[in-house]
T-cell receptor, first 115, second 112 residues
Framework: NAGVTQTPKFQVLKTGQSMTLQCAQDMNHEYMSWYRQDPGMGLRLIHYSVGAGITDQGEVPNGYNVSRSTTEDFPLRLLSAAPSQTSVYFC??????????????FGPGTRLTVL | GESVGLHLPTLSVQEGDNSIINCAYSNSASDYFIWYKQESGKGPQFIIDIRSNMDKRQGQRVTVLLNKTVKHLSLQIAATQPGDSAVYFCADAFSGTYKYIFGTGTRLKVLA
C-alpha cells in the first residue's frame, strides 16, 4: 500500500493563479481531509469528507474548494491564489465511525508559495 | 471559538527521563482525542488516541491521560529517547462531525 500520496511536493504560484492539489489514498478510507500548517503553528482543517459525494467545511474553508467523486481521491482547488495561502498543505485519511480506529494517516505534504 | 492549546511551547528532557506534554481543549462536546508526533519536514504521525469514556490509555512507552472535568489531556513518554525529539500535537473532535481541532504544538528536545 502506498498510503496517502500528495502531488506536487512543491509549488510556486503567482497571485490570482489557480491550481489543484492532488490527494489519493489506497486504504479504502471513508474519511479524508485537508489541513494547512503555517510556520510554528498546528494544523487547521480546511475541508473534509466522510464519503464519496459528501464534503463539508472545516475551520478555514475560504478560498478553497473540494470535491469527492471517488473514495480514493480528494483534490483541493485554489481558484485564485493569494499570498495568505502560502503554507504547507497536508491531506489525511482514516476510517470513519464509532467502533473503528479513527487513526488519521497523513500524506507527506505540499509546500505552496504564493508570490 | 473552539481551541486546543498547549501550556509549554518547548520541553527539554534528559535522555532516559520521562516526558509529560500537556494540552487543554475548550469544546465540551469533544469525545475523541489524539496525540500526533511530527518530525521536521514530515506529516504528523499518529501516536495514541483516547475516547471520552476512558481516562487513561497506554501504548508502547506512551500513556494518554484525559481529565474531562478540567478539559485537560496529557501525553506521557517513558524513558525518553533521542528519536522522540519532535513536535507533538494534541487534537480533539466530536465524533458526530470529526472536525478536528489541533493545538499549536510542543517541541520536545531530548538532551544526551
Amino acid at each position: 500500500n502506498a498510503g496517502v500520496t500528495q502531488t506536487p511536493k512543491f509549488q510556486v504560484l503567482k497571485t490570482g493563479q489557480s491550481m489543484t492539489l492532488q490527494c489519493a489514498q489506497d486504504m479504502n478510507h471513508e474519511y479524508m481531509s485537508w489541513y494547512r500548517q503555517d510556520p510554528g503553528m498546528g494544523l487547521r482543517l480546511i475541508h473534509y469528507s466522510v464519503g464519496a459525494g459528501i464534503t463539508d467545511q472545516g475551520e478555514v474553508p475560504n478560498g478553497y474548494n473540494v470535491s469527492r467523486s471517488t473514495t480514493e481521491d480528494f483534490p483541493l482547488r485554489l481558484l485564485s491564489a493569494a499570498p495568505s495561502q502560502t503554507s504547507v498543505y497536508f491531506c489525511a485519511s482514516s476510517s470513519y465511525g464509532q467502533g473503528l480506529s479513527n487513526e488519521q494517516f497523513f500524506g507527506p505534504g505540499t509546500r505552496l508559495t504564493v508570490l | 471559538g473552539e481551541s486546543v492549546g498547549l501550556h509549554l511551547p518547548t520541553l527539554s528532557v534528559q535522555e532516559g527521563d520521562n516526558s509529560i506534554i500537556n494540552c487543554a481543549y475548550s469544546n465540551s462536546a469533544s469525545d475523541y482525542f489524539i496525540w500526533y508526533k511530527q518530525e521536521s519536514g514530515k506529516g504528523p504521525q499518529f501516536i495514541i488516541d483516547i475516547r471520552s469514556n476512558m481516562d487513561k490509555r497506554q501504548g508502547q512507552r506512551v500513556t494518554v491521560l484525559l481529565n474531562k472535568t478540567v478539559k485537560h489531556l496529557s501525553l506521557q513518554i517513558a524513558a525518553t529517547q533521542p528519536g522522540d525529539s519532535a513536535v507533538y500535537f494534541c487534537a480533539d473532535a466530536f465524533s458526530g462531525t470529526y472536525k478536528y481541532i489541533f493545538g499549536t504544538g510542543t517541541r520536545l528536545k531530548v538532551l544526551a
